[in-house]
């Protein structure tokens, strides 16, 4: 199993400023990973797919990138919506997707 | 619009069976294919089952293999799960997710409780 490792549990971040968001796969995934935005008694919506491309209707303050196992989310000036738990998850081998375990986004 | 919308869950003791369906409209519902991924409350997401759009092969997490059933009818554009043996583990907000031909997930349902307990 793939295991995927999210870094930092929890940022704290002020309105207006960067957040940078880490994720880590055990093995090669490629660049078959998403990232989702969940917020409190919501389903995930996805935000980033092919390590740094973003879904439709996402603005431009969000993006990805990927340096060989090593992922990144950064939003580059955070809006009151922002805040919230992204996960990222890695697509490589249909259908044994595996999940982060989160990154909690707080004022 | 691509909609997802969840039914089934509720109340059960341990050892006992729900069937979750997830309604699908706005696509052609038989090309994609569909997973259920579930949330434990305050947890993340797990990868639960997954089937294909025929509906011909299915697949398992081995926490819920054996135990329960994945399957389709593209007819009623519906996706359906089958839990049996039910264990208090298994409580979590059940999510039924769309893949695409990407095969990353690109549009997922409200969600659905199963609360395990005597």
């Known amino acids: 199993e793939i295991v995927m490792t999210q870094s930092p549990a929890t940022l704290s971040v002020s309105p207006g400023e960067r957040a940078t968001l880490s994720c880590r796969a055990s093995?090669?995934?490629?660049?078959?990973l998403a990232w989702y935005q969940q917020t409190p008694g919501q389903a995930p919506r996805l935000l980033i797919y092919g390590a740094s491309t973003r879904a439709t209707g996402i603005p431009a303050r969000f993006s990805g990138s990927r340096s060989g196992t090593e992922f990144t989310l950064t939003i580059s000036s955070l809006q009151s919506e922002d805040f919230a738990v992204y996960y990222c998850q890695q697509y490589n081998n249909w259908p044994l997707y595996t999940f982060g375990q989160g990154t909690k986004l707080e004022i | 619009e691509v909609q997802l919308v969840e039914s089934g869950g509720g109340l059960v003791q341990p050892g006992g069976s729900l069937r979750l369906s997830c309604a699908a409209s706005?696509?052609?519902?038989?090309?994609?294919?569909m997973s259920w991924v579930r949330q434990a409350p305050g947890k993340g997401l797990e990868w639960v089952s997954a089937?294909?759009?025929?509906?011909?092969?299915?697949y398992y997490a081995d926490s819920v293999k054996g135990r329960f059933t994945i399957s389709r009818d593209n007819s009623l554009n519906t996706l359906f799960l089958q839990m049996n043996s039910l264990r208090a583990d298994d409580t979590a907000v059940y999510y039924c997710?769309?893949?695409?031909?990407?095969?990353?997930?690109?549009?997922w349902g409200q969600g659905t409780l199963v609360t395990v307990s005597s």
């Open positions: 089937v294909t759009g025929s509906g011909g092969n299915t």
């Open positions: 706005g696509f052609t519902f038989s090309s994609f294919p």
């Open positions: 997710a769309k893949a695409t031909t990407s095969w990353f997930y690109d549009c």
């Open positions: 093995q090669s995934v490629s660049s078959n």
